[in-house]
């Protein structure tokens, strides 16, 4: 009886239990929703951000280190330069003292000829006056013996009317006007000229080391590879992806601020590093390519059609002519790219352009006639390279 009780419990209670558990599963079920959705598979095209804050440390401690480095030869020339200027002064100081000692005695020696022909002067002048005293004395004591010569003919001219009258003729003596000689004029010195002043130094005109940046002027630029980015994107029946890839290397020459004059360089991406997010569709990817045979993607830059060239600010955008090379067969292209210069004197280049694969013998895949990636593929770079210095422009 017992057992029998038992089991009809335990039938009724599993019974209970599947009741409630549909019942759960219909509430839950009204509430749930489940979305099924792609991942955003398309790379950012610009550099990581903190590979880009690596980038400015490592150039800034590496300005930091130039300037540690020039300090002491710069502060060598401040010493110099204040050495110099010290002497210069000194030097200065001397000339022209001298030059004044010079001019005081020249004054000094005016005044005593100025002296001297004053005392020759008043001698001379001396002279003449007791000359002069002498002779109107005797012109005085003529007068009186010519007039006591006529009172007495004047007495005897009755007695002697007959007789003519002798005039005595009376030498006045002459007074030889003796004018003083002019005064020597003083010889006035002629000044010294002034010597010529030395060249000024600028001795705090010193500048840090520079790595020689230049917007213009022919240079070499070098891929910085850890600041570079080059990828494509590819649309399918399915979806659309991307792959994307860092392991990027080359060389430019050009002048950014002629960039049509001559332009030349080479850029090579890893194939084998493309990354499309899908292990199975990259090692498909790489069978595609043929990355084993032909490991590197190439872009040859053989000229370029400048649209706007902004020296002021460091700006070009243009078209790159070049040919790009895939799985071991070459296209000549062209690049739309625009050229920019940071604040950390890094060249930034940034462009993309549309191919068709077919154009280089590759099939576009399939799968199963279902899935299928369109032929045309955008490929886009996003490089940054720095100056290695410049490049003579071949004659």
Avoid: C, Y
């Avoid at 005064?183 to 060249?199: I, L, M, S």
């Avoid at 990027?248 to 601020?257: N, P, Q, R, S, W």
Wanted: proline share 5%; hydrophobic share 45%.
């Amino acid at each position: 009886m017992t057992s029998r009780f038992l089991q009809a419990f335990g039938a009724l209670a599993l019974a209970s239990l599947v009741l409630g558990s549909v019942a759960a599963l219909s509430v839950v079920k009204s509430r749930l929703n489940i979305t099924v959705s792609e991942a955003d598979e398309s790379p950012a095209r610009g550099p990581d951000p903190l590979e880009l804050l690596r980038a400015d440390v490592t150039e800034l401690r590496g300005e930091v280190g130039a300037i540690g480095t020039a300090l002491p030869e710069h502060l060598q020339v401040l010493h110099q330069a204040l050495s110099d200027a010290a002497d210069q002064r000194s030097q200065t100081a001397a000339a022209e003292l001298a030059e004044l000692r010079r001019q005081v005695n020249a004054l000094q020696s005016r005044l005593d000829a100025s002296a001297a022909e004053l005392t020759a002067l008043r001698t001379q002048n001396h002279d003449t006056l007791t000359r002069l005293a002498g002779a109107v004395n005797e012109l005085s004591a003529a007068v009186q013996s010519s007039a006591s010569q006529a009172a007495a003919l004047a007495n005897s001219a009755s007695a002697i009317e007959s007789k003519p009258i002798e005039v005595v003729a009376v030498e006045v003596p002459v007074i030889a006007s003796e004018t003083p000689a002019p005064a020597a004029q003083p010889v006035v010195a002629e000044p010294a000229a002034a010597p010529a002043e030395p060249a000024k130094k600028g001795f705090l005109s010193f500048k840090v080391p520079e790595k020689g940046f230049r917007f213009e002027g022919r240079q070499k630029l070098g891929i910085v590879a850890s600041l570079s980015r080059v990828g494509f994107d590819a649309k399918s029946t399915l979806h659309d992806f991307s792959g994307v890839t860092q392991k990027v290397e080359g060389e430019l020459i050009v002048d950014l601020a002629q960039p049509g004059a001559s332009p030349s360089g080479k850029l090579e991406v890893d194939a084998s590093s493309l990354d499309t997010g899908l292990a199975d569709r990259d090692e498909g990817m790489r069978e595609l390519l043929k990355t084993k045979e032909h490991s590197k993607l190439v872009f040859e830059w053989t000229g370029f059609e400048p649209d706007k060239v902004d020296v002021a600010a460091q700006k070009v955008t243009g078209k790159a002519r070049g040919n790009l090379t895939l799985r071991g067969k070459s296209r000549e292209v062209t690049l739309p790219v625009t050229v920019t210069v940071d604040a950390s004197k890094r060249v930034g280049i940034e462009g993309e352009l549309t191919i068709q694969l077919t154009d280089f013998g590759i099939e576009p895949p399939s799968q199963l006639g279902m899935i299928s990636v369109e032929d045309k593929l955008k490929l886009w770079i996003s490089l940054r390279a720095r100056t290695l210095g410049p490049v003579e422009v071949a004659k």
